[in-house]
């Protein structure tokens, strides 16, 4: 074998077989045009709410599992994930949450069936060898880059906490989110001595619905969008 050609063998996308069958997947998605239901629209956003009460009826780990296996196909900058969920559940765990919390928003939380604290991983990029091989130096953006990280991390989980409650409500959960909460006492409290940070709470479980009010105002495109 000459040396040009073990060159070429060598240089060979390796994931070029990979790259084809999603290349067809997503070809065969397109052709068949699909477009999300009414029934189905209304369960994700035109209908949804935001709840405040909840029933006593638990939500099981397979339920949490089903939830993040949707949640975490989701788009993100460089396939990054920095997304990270705790799920609050037990009294214990409750009882350490309560203070954190601001007085309004800690009976929510104790009668939700789970808290899930979403936070973001400030080293997200140590994964990113596995999660995004097309640059494998990619970690070289951030490793010594804090402000690239934080930045990073915090848009790319704020966007994943959005996914995060789309899949809730998509596996027949309701979903109340909070931000009414210490940050700083969250962090020290569940993530001390980690890279993790916390972002913003989602109550979980099958809501009360008797405890909600009328849906406030959304603001209308005209107000906010612009085409150039």
């Known amino acids: 074998m000459s040396t040009t050609a073990t060159a070429e063998n060598t240089s060979k996308d390796p994931f070029e077989a990979q790259h084809e069958e999603a290349r067809k997947a997503a070809q065969i998605l397109q052709d ?19 709840h405040y009460g909840w029933q006593d009826k638990p939500v099981g780990e397979n339920t949490l599992r089903e939830l993040y296996e949707l949640a975490k196909m989701g788009p ?3 396939n990054q994930q920095p997304m990270r969920v705790l799920f609050i559940q037990s009294a214990d765990a409750k009882d350490r949450l309560e203070p954190c919390l601001m007085p309004p928003n800690r009976p929510k939380m104790r009668t939700a069936p789970v808290t899930a604290i979403i936070a973001y991983d400030l080293n997200f990029w140590e994964e990113l060898p596995r999660l995004f091989p097309p640059n494998p130096d990619a970690q070289d953006n951030f490793r010594n880059n804090t402000t690239a990280a934080q930045v990073n991390a915090f848009r790319n989980g704020t966007l994943q906490g ?13 979903v109340g989110a909070m931000s009414g909460f210490d940050n700083a006492k969250v962090d020290e409290e569940f ?38």
């Open 76 to 78: 993100t900058s460089m």
């Open 191 to 228: 993530f001390h001595g980690t890279s993790l940070k916390s972002n913003f709470l989602v109550n979980l479980g099958y809501a009360d619905t008797s405890k909600i009010f009328r849906r406030l105002d959304r603001l209308e495109y005209d107000e906010v969008c612009q085409t150039l």
């Open 32 to 50: 068949e045009q699909i477009a999300v239901d009414t029934a189905t629209l209304r369960l994700l956003l035109t209908e949804a709410r935001t």
């Open 162 to 174: 959005a996914y995060f409650m789309i899949a809730a409500r998509a596996v027949g959960l309701d």
